[in-house]
């Protein structure tokens, strides 16, 4: 399969950036550098990321450096995946290599620059198995802010709901309204199609694979009113002719 242009420019970046390490880690141990003092360089590419990732969204986070070494963490349909890599300086900011865990069939290699100039993360992930293959991204920088007003239904999040509320809608649109309270605080989901729904939004960003206890009281009664609901509709819609 042909490399497109966007990954090739990647490739060459994160190839300079594995050079860089290579040579680094070929030279002897002066004893003066202390790992556990983080670099205040480097430290400029933590935050998140969020972006296309294949036909998918994903979020990385970098939360901490010291010395030359970074860890992070990827989250992508409903999986939360740690990392940890090494970074070198380059032309245009950083460049990291990162490897994830190894114990899940999905794991893979992160290969990444830290794109100082845009503030985003470019680069490639190779799964382990060749089978699932590769994909490239270009994630600018982004922090994650709940947004109770984002979304179609917003109203499932500012205020109580009533009967009269849902109870002339279908199923289909109450099961979106109700996992767009959970999209609003950030929920990745596994679902497909409530991925492939939530992953085209602007406003979405996955950042955690479990958020009940973030949920107000308002939005823990509306899901479950709408919950109710989406039963109901779906047994009887047809039969009243709504």
Not at 2 to 30: C, F, R, Y
Not at 121 to 147: C, E, H, M, S, T
Not at 166 to 179: A, D, I
């Amino acid at each position: 399969m042909k490399l497109t242009l966007h990954l090739l420019a990647a490739m060459a970046l994160v190839s300079a950036g594995i050079l860089h390490l290579q040579a680094a880690e070929e030279k002897p141990d002066s004893g003066q550098e202390d790992v556990n003092t983080p670099d205040t360089d480097a430290k400029v590419m933590l935050g998140t990321y969020v972006g296309a990732f294949g036909e998918r969204k994903i979020t990385i986070g970098l939360d901490r450096v010291i010395g030359n070494t970074v860890t992070g963490y990827s989250i992508v349909a409903g999986n939360e995946r740690a990392f940890s890599g090494s970074w070198t300086k380059v032309e245009h900011g950083y460049s990291v290599i990162a490897k994830e865990p190894g114990d899940h069939p999905a794991d893979g290699v992160f290969t990444f620059v830290y794109m100082a100039k845009t503030k985003s993360l470019l680069g490639v992930w190779q799964a382990n198995d060749k089978q699932i293959g590769a994909r490239n991204f270009d994630l600018p920088q982004r922090k994650f802010k709940y947004d109770p007003k984002a979304g179609q239904y917003p109203e499932a999040s500012a205020r109580l709901l009533k009967e009269e509320d849902v109870e002339n809608m279908k199923s289909e649109p109450l099961r979106f309204m109700r996992n767009e309270i959970y999209a609003r605080h950030g929920y990745s989901f596994k679902l497909a199609d409530m991925r492939e729904h939530f992953d085209k939004l602007d406003w979405y960003m996955p950042v955690a694979v479990d958020i009940a206890s973030k949920l107000t009281k308002i939005e823990k009664e509306n899901a479950a009113l709408i919950k109710r609901y989406e039963k109901y509709s779906a047994e009887h819609y047809d039969d009243f002719g709504r």
